[in-house]
């Protein structure tokens, strides 16, 4: 692992590596992303209608970008400095430097919706689910996309714990590796039910090319509207 802490090498890395990361997406040399993922987070907020959406670790700004493009009002979210500095450079959206446990309706009033694409990638996950319940409006709702358990456990044992992102594939630039905590459906499901939050809909994209799935999407409301 990169460092005695992974939650502090996870934050240290998007510093380390947020130019590399932002020529990646914006050059499409994510195949995954470029073929099914982004699509798959973009169709699942359409079908849902919302007025107002946090993106909650919004990294360069692509999903805020495209959402705003499609007249939604969205506030991008990111706690690594140099991402959120990428994303303003760019413009089309509004962009804070925040950490996702740090959101409240105060700093930032309320949602119909958080999305959170690849973005929940620590091992304790509660405080950034308390925070983002908060924000969101009586019937909003939260949709994570996140790396599919089953594709992405390569080979390694099917449990929860700290793996290794080397970004083999994403082009060069790179400085550091990312720790981020893998989880199992189980796991996924666990978290979401300690956190207070009930699942609503559960969708695997396809990759067109390999016919396995892309991405878990994950959709979830306040246990007490559901």
Known sequence: MSAADPEVALAQSWEANAEAWTQAVRGGRIVSRRLATDAAILDAIR?????????????????????????????????SAALVAQARATGGARFERLALEEVSPMLLGRFDLVA????????DLAPALTA??????????????TVHPWSACGGLPYRDGWREEDFVGFGGGFERTMPWYFRTLQGWMRVLADGGWQLQDLREPLHPETGQPASLLLLASRAETA
């Not at 959170?116 to 620590?122: D, P």
């Open 47 to 79: 079908g849902l209608a919302p007025r107002r959406v946090l993106d909650a670790g919004c990294g360069e700004g692509w999903l805020a970008r495209a959402l705003v493009r499609e007249g939604i009002d969205v506030v991008g979210i990111d706690a």
């Open 132 to 145: 983002m319940a908060g924000v969101l409006s009586p019937e909003g709702r939260l949709l994570v996309q």
């Open 116 to 123: 959170c694409n690849f973005a929940l990638l620590g091992g």
